[in-house]
């Protein structure tokens, strides 16, 4: 993890806050609170009663080091990061640390997943400055928001080569009284740097070119990298990172490469039986500590069971597999019990923390599993839980500052439901709903626990991102509770999450919603209303997934290099604004919305939709074809463009089931270039609306009074036909 130093690197920028924030004669809380107790994020509320005297970022913080001509100390993490809880417990909680701060600086605190735009920046310049990054993200800067010193976690006192806040504070505010114009100058360097990271990142490369040999280059990466004992990709820590498998299937599906299959099959296998699971509660956890997907980092993300819900979903698609749907179906149950809100939308995360420690909510001792277990089912049960979970005496999680055992265990399995049953001779039915018991006992008994926080911000970027999940789980498993989930969430996200002037916002909580959108906010909400469309055919998504992409290209668009910039340009804060190009977590903001361009330019013969996605992926090809396997989102989107692909438009009377042979014939299998629009003639509204969206379409009517399909390639459709087995053929 990076300290943090003192550059010479530079840029300067002033930037007007567009929040309002009460001054302190207005604050009304309790005494001891800071003014952090009027803010709606949980991470922000989590440290509203520290005695650092914390700001939340906005003009009144910088106008108060400007008068008092004193350094800004800007710290960001969020609700759920277990090292941010760490670095409240060991400085921020301590007066002596707290004392400095409030006399040598004026402290910041910032969510990182409220203002991902203002993080973008601020971890750019701690990767230049230390050459690496994480959270809590440490930056101090000047009152014109020019950072001279970026680190990550400091605790108290320092030790081992890390300097602690002891040390660290006095150091610089010693050189900010004594050497303050190399700190303007470093303050000044390190944001031109950015920028220059920012011009080379996006450049235009005119002999870069993206064709199939990209794709095989990316395949060809990934494969070179992956764990064949335990899948996934590298050495520990291992992270999901779900759109490296989604790419990995539509090459196989593109090659016929079997072992592209078996590498996303074998690491959502190992995910799912190892501790990143929640063999208890279901859902993941957000990455494993080591390379066998045994010891996790607790939290639970959002983001995370939605793109791995996608993933296997489209395993299940490829294989058939009823395991690969159960996992799926796991996912779906966990975010719809722990991270539904009541008005439909999805809550962020949950915590990794509990009763003051990381895991302690999810992890048992050899006594507790067998009581509990013992008592209600009996001892041959608890025999059976330790031998499926793979329980210690000695347990098989360590104290994280010891490294000490602590007798706990993280529940895993080694084998599948089958060889356990074979090992066990008796049926996998019978051994399931044996563990199915037990599951259940120990989930009774979890509840009565301390669970971890809530992080229960509603944020539009990943609600589209589990909005596109759910709809494509309820279209492929024939669920329309799944599909009827997802199309509340998008109601909730298009009426609540609005600003007067129609514009989305990012952050919904306690009542409120605030904060511009990115463009990660209308990108993935396009994703999610086509995914709706695709499940639906109700043209109300795909105008609505149109709104989205014009509002991405009027509010975000480069003009001059293409490609979409993180933040709209009226939000006046931010020092640079930045295009995320790289995947990390979650798929990049262009990526995401090339895919989303080029879908509806299959979907709408637009030529204009066309003609963006065709710029969006002429910008990438530079950054991309360096390093295909960085850039997987946009290699699914690559593999869409590179075709072959087929517009297929399905023409009905009214509403009757003539479509559904048609429907469910396309469904079987996985098809992640095809495109399907729904026409429904006569009385029903749906085809004029349909002809409006999608003009191609409306020549096309039923034959004979019968459901009739049109199969296009390049909008340049085949003879017409009344059957479903003529349709397939077609396809081929």
């Given at each position: 993890m990076a300290h943090g130093c003192l550059v010479a690197l530079g840029a300067q920028g002033t930037f007007d806050s567009p929040h309002e924030r009460m001054s302190d004669d207005d604050r009304t809380a309790d005494a001891s609170a800071n003014r952090l107790i009027h803010e709606k994020s949980p991470y922000l509320l989590q440290h509203a009663y520290n005695p650092v005297d914390w700001y939340p970022w906005g003009e009144e913080a910088f106008e108060r080091a400007s008068a008092a001509d004193l350094p800004v100390f800007l710290s960001i993490g969020y609700a759920t990061c277990h090292w941010c809880h760490v670095m409240e417990r060991e400085s921020f909680e301590d007066d002596e640390v707290a004392a400095l701060l409030n006399e040598q600086f004026v402290p910041i605190k910032l969510d990182r997943e409220?203002?991902?735009?203002?993080?973008?920046?601020?971890?750019?310049?701690?990767?230049?400055?230390?050459?690496?990054?994480?959270?809590?993200?440490?930056?101090?800067?000047?009152?014109d928001k020019q950072p001279f010193f970026a680190g990550t976690y400091f605790p108290k006192h320092g030790g081992g080569g890390r300097p602690g806040m002891m040390e660290l504070l006095p150091r610089l505010s010693g050189l900010w009284r004594d050497r303050r114009s190399e700190l303007i100058e470093s303050g000044a360097a390190a944001l031109a740097a950015v920028r220059e990271v920012e011009t080379r990142g996006f450049a235009s490369d005119p002999d870069a070119r993206l064709d199939a040999r990209t794709l095989e280059r990316g395949f060809d990466e990934l494969s070179a990298r992956f764990d064949e004992t335990q899948g996934g990709f590298g050495r520990a820590p291992k992270f999901p990172t779900p759109h490296q498998l989604l790419f990995l299937l539509r090459w196989h599906h593109r090659s016929g490469d079997e072992r592209a299959l078996h590498m996303v099959e074998k690491t959502l296998v190992h995910m799912r039986r190892g501790g990143v699971f929640d063999h208890v509660g279901y859902g993941f956890h957000r990455y494993a500590t080591d390379a066998r997907w045994l010891v996790p980092h607790f939290e639970k993300m959002l983001y995370d069971q939605a793109l791995l819900l996608m993933a296997y979903v489209e395993l299940w698609r490829v294989t058939g597999r009823d395991e690969h749907r159960r996992v799926a179906e796991e996912i779906i149950e966990y975010a719809l019990r722990d991270l539904r809100d009541a008005g439909g939308a999805f809550y962020s995360a949950e915590d990794a923390d509990s009763e003051g420690r990381e895991g302690a909510f999810y992890v048992w001792t050899r006594e507790e599993l067998d009581e509990r277990i013992g008592t209600e089912l009996g001892e041959g049960e608890a025999a059976l839980a330790r031998?499926?979970?793979?329980?210690?005496?000695r347990g098989n999680f360590a104290d994280e500052a010891t490294g000490v055992r602590t007798g706990e265990n993280i529940l895993h399995r080694r084998e599948s439901i089958e060889e356990l049953a074979a090992a066990l001779d008796e049926s996998p039915e019978s051994l399931s709903e044996r563990l199915e018991r037990i599951r259940i006992t120990l989930f009774r008994a979890r509840s009565n626990r301390e669970r971890p926080l809530l992080d229960d911000k509603v944020l539009t970027d990943w609600n589209g991102l589990i909005i596109a999940a759910l709809a494509q789980a309820g279209r492929a498993f024939d669920e329309p509770e799944y599909v009827a989930v997802a199309e509340r969430a998008t109601r909730f996200i298009l009426t609540t999450l609005r600003g007067s002037d129609g514009r989305l916002l990012h952050r919904f909580r306690d009542g409120e919603a605030a904060i511009a959108a990115g463009a990660a906010d209308y990108a993935y909400m396009a994703w999610g209303l086509l995914d709706l469309y695709t499940a639906t055919f109700d043209p109300v998504w795909l105008e609505g997934a149109i709104e989205m992409a014009e509002n991405l290209i009027e509010r975000f668009w480069d003009e001059g290099a293409a490609g979409v910039f993180n933040a709209d340009a009226d939000q006046l804060d931010v020092p640079v604004r930045q295009k995320e190009v790289y995947d990390g977590a979650t798929p990049s903001a262009n990526a995401a919305a090339w895919l989303v361009l080029t879908r509806l330019g299959r979907l709408t013969a637009s030529p204009e939709w066309i003609?963006?996605?065709?710029?969006?992926?002429?910008?990438?090809?530079?950054?991309?074809?360096?390093?295909?396997?960085?850039?997987?989102?946009?290699?699914?989107?690559?593999?869409?463009?590179?075709?072959?692909?087929?517009?297929?438009?399905?023409?009905?009377?009214?509403?009757?089931?003539?479509?559904?042979?048609?429907?469910?014939?396309?469904?079987?299998?996985?098809?992640?270039?095809?495109?399907?629009?729904?026409?429904?003639?006569?009385?029903?509204a749906n085809a004029a609306r349909l002809d409006r969206l999608a003009p191609f379409t409306a020549g096309h009517d039923v034959v004979d009074g019968t459901a009739t399909v049109y199969v296009c390639a390049d909008f340049a459709c085949q003879r017409p036909t009344s059957d479903a087995s003529e349709m397939l053929r077609l396809l081929i």
């Open positions: 409220e203002r991902p735009d203002l993080d973008g920046v601020y971890m750019t310049v701690c990767q230049l400055m230390t050459g690496s990054g994480g959270w809590p993200l440490t930056v101090v800067m000047t009152p031998r499926v979970f793979q329980i210690e005496t003609e963006r996605a065709t710029r969006l992926g002429e910008a990438l090809a530079g950054p991309v074809s360096k390093n295909p396997s960085a850039h997987t989102m946009s290699l699914v989107a690559l593999d869409l463009t590179l075709g072959p692909a087929h517009e297929i438009v399905v023409v009905a009377n009214g509403r009757d089931d003539g479509a559904r042979p048609f429907l469910e014939a396309l469904n079987r299998g996985f098809r992640p270039r095809d495109s399907i629009l729904l026409r429904r003639v006569g009385e029903d």
